[in-house]
C-alpha cells in the first residue's frame, strides 16, 4: 500500500517536470521559428526541394548566435506598435520591365536615413523557380513572391536568403543582385571590411564593403521608419492582399503602368535576343496573331489591366492603398508625380529627393529662369513612335486594346497619325487616389 503511494507520487513529479519542459521548449521554439501572420502562415517548408538544391544542406539556416538574436528582437518588436505610433509606412512599387521602374525606385531610395530600400529582391526568387521547375507555375511564383515580400518588410532576410544562390554561408553573401542599388545595404553599419584582392567587384556606392552580412541588414532595416521595395515580378495585385491585412504592415501599393506600345518598343532594343521573333516581324512579313509571342503580350498586358482595374475599384483592403502612376506622367511631370507619391504614402518629400530629381531630369534654366524638363521629356516619351512599325503598333492595340484604353493612351489608325508629332497619343487622365 505504502509503496504504491510512493510510486504515484514520483509518477506525478515526473509528469509535472516533463510538462514544464515541454512548455520551456516549446516556447523557445515559438522564439525560433520564422514570425508568423495568421493569414498566411510563412512555410520553408513549402520549399524544402528548392535548398535541396544545395545538396540537401541547409547549414546556413542554422542559427549564429548573432542570427539568433537578432530573430528575437524580431520577435519582440511590435510592429503593429510601430505602424501605429511611428507611422511606419510599407511601399510596394510594382511595375513591369522597362516602365522606368528603377528612376521611380530612387525616389525613394533618396529619401535618406528613414527608408530602408530593396531593389528587385525577387530577382532570386524567379531565377531559383525557373532553374527548379521551369518557371510556368503561376500559383506556386505568386506564393514565393508574396511570401517574401512579406518578411522583407518586416526586415526578416530567411526566406530571400535561401533562395540565393549560392546559398548564404552564415548568413553572409557576395551574391545578392544588384546590392549597390540599394543605398540601404552600402551604409556604413551595413558595410562589413572590405578585403583586398578577395572580393575586388564589391564596389558599394561611395564605399568599398566586403560581402553583405545579411544579420547586419536586417539589424540596420528595424533602425528604419520606412520600408520600400521595388519588384517588377509580381503578376497579380491580387495575389498580396494577405500583405495589405497584416496588421504589422501598412502597406501602400503603387502601380506604375507604361504605354505596351512603347514598352515592346523598348524592350525590342533592350532583349534584342529574347525579341528576335519580333524585330523579325517589324522587318518584314505578317504578325502570326496566334504566336506564343503575341499571346505572351496579351497575357501582360491582360495581368496589368486586371491589377489596376482592382486598385480602381477600390475594395475595401485597397482603401487608400492604391496609386496609378503612367511613366508618361514622370517623364514630363517629374517632381509633381514624386509629390504626389510621397503624399500617398504618408512620408515627408524630403530635399535630397527633390535635389535628386532635379539633378536627374536634364532640368535647365530656360530664359525666364523657369525649371523645365517637360518640353524635352515630352520628345523622349513619344520617340518610340518613329521606330516601332505601324504594323506592330496594329498588333498591340489589338492585343492589349483594354489596356490602353483604360490608361488613356489613343489608338492609332495610320501611319501618318503614329508619326505626327502634332497628335499626342496621351490623353490626360486623373486617376483619382483612392
Ligand atoms: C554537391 O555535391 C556534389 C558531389 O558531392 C559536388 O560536386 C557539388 O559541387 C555540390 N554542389 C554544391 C552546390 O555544393
Ligand atoms: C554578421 O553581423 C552580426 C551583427 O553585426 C555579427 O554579430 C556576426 O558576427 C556577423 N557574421 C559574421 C560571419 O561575421
Ligand atoms: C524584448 O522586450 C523586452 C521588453 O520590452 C526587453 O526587456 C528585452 O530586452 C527584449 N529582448 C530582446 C532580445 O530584444
Ligand atoms: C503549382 O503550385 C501549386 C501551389 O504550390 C500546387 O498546388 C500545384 O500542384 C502546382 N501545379 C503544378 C502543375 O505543378
Ligand atoms: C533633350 O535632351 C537630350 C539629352 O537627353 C539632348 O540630347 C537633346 O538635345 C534635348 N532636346 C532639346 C529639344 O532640348
Not at 533592350?270 to 522587318?283: D, I, L, R
Not at 509633381?336 to 534654366?365: C, D, H
Given at each position: ?53 544545395h ?13 539568433t538574436?537578432?530573430k ?17 509606412k ?37 531565377k ?24 522583407l ?10 533562395f ?15 546590392r549597390?542599388?540599394?543605398?540601404s ?59 495589405a ?6 502597406v ?16 525590342m ?14 522587318a ?34 485597397l ?27 504618408g ?48 498588333v ?39
Amino acid at each position: 500500500m505504502r509503496i504504491k503511494y510512493t510510486i504515484s507520487i514520483v509518477f506525478f513529479v515526473a509528469l509535472v517536470i516533463i510538462e514544464k519542459e515541454n512548455n520551456i521548449i516549446s516556447r523557445v521554439s515559438d522564439k525560433l521559428t520564422l514570425k508568423q501572420t495568421p493569414q498566411t502562415p510563412l512555410q520553408p517548408s513549402s520549399f524544402s526541394h528548392i535548398l535541396l538544391k544545395h545538396n540537401g544542406s541547409v547549414t546556413s539556416l542554422k542559427m549564429d548566435s548573432a542570427f539568433t538574436l537578432m530573430k528575437r528582437r524580431l520577435e519582440n518588436y511590435s510592429e503593429h506598435q510601430e505602424v501605429v505610433t511611428r507611422g511606419s509606412k510599407h511601399i510596394l512599387l510594382l511595375a513591369t520591365t522597362r516602365t522606368g521602374s528603377s528612376f521611380v525606385g530612387e525616389f525613394f531610395n533618396q529619401q535618406g536615413d528613414n527608408m530602408f530600400y530593396l531593389f528587385e529582391p525577387l530577382w532570386h526568387v524567379e531565377k531559383m523557380l525557373t532553374l527548379d521547375t521551369g518557371g510556368t507555375n503561376a500559383t506556386a511564383s505568386a506564393k514565393a513572391y508574396r511570401d517574401v515580400l512579406q518578411q522583407l518588410l518586416l526586415c526578416d532576410f530567411s526566406l530571400l536568403e535561401s533562395f540565393i544562390d549560392p546559398l548564404p554561408v552564415n548568413h553572409i553573401t557576395t551574391a545578392l543582385f544588384r546590392r549597390e542599388s540599394s543605398s540601404s545595404l552600402c551604409e556604413e553599419s551595413v558595410c562589413s571590411p572590405f578585403v583586398k584582392g578577395v572580393f575586388e567587384r564589391y564596389h558599394c556606392r561611395t564605399r568599398r564593403c566586403g560581402p553583405l552580412n545579411l544579420t547586419m541588414a536586417s539589424l540596420s532595416c528595424i533602425q528604419k521608419e520606412h520600408r520600400a521595395i521595388k519588384s517588377v515580378r509580381v503578376r497579380q495585385l491580387e495575389t498580396l492582399r494577405p500583405l495589405a491585412e497584416d496588421p504589422r504592415l501598412d502597406v501602400k501599393f503603387i502601380q506604375l503602368v507604361r504605354d505596351p506600345r512603347a514598352v515592346l518598343a523598348s524592350r525590342m532594343v533592350a532583349f534584342a535576343a529574347k525579341y528576335k521573333n519580333w524585330k523579325e516581324w517589324a522587318a518584314g512579313g505578317d504578325v502570326p496573331i496566334d504566336d506564343d509571342e503575341v499571346r505572351k503580350l496579351k497575357g501582360n498586358c491582360d495581368n496589368i489591366r486586371m491589377s489596376a482595374e482592382i486598385g480602381l475599384r477600390r475594395p475595401q483592403w485597397l482603401h487608400g492603398r492604391y496609386m496609378l502612376v503612367r511613366y508618361e506622367d514622370i517623364a514630363r511631370f517629374p517632381m509633381r508625380k514624386a509629390a504626389e507619391m510621397y503624399r500617398f504614402a504618408g512620408i515627408p518629400f524630403t530635399p535630397q529627393v527633390k535635389s535628386w530629381i532635379l539633378k536627374n531630369t536634364q532640368a535647365s534654366k530656360d530664359k525666364s529662369g523657369v525649371y523645365s524638363t517637360q518640353k524635352n521629356s515630352s520628345e523622349q516619351v513619344e520617340k518610340w513612335r518613329f521606330s516601332l512599325p505601324f504594323k506592330i503598333a496594329q498588333v498591340v492595340q489589338k492585343v492589349c486594346g483594354p489596356t490602353l484604353k483604360l490608361f488613356g493612351y489613343k489608338f492609332v489608325s495610320s501611319e501618318d497619325m503614329l508619326t505626327d508629332k502634332s497628335v499626342s497619343l496621351i490623353e490626360d487622365k486623373v486617376f483619382t487616389i483612392l
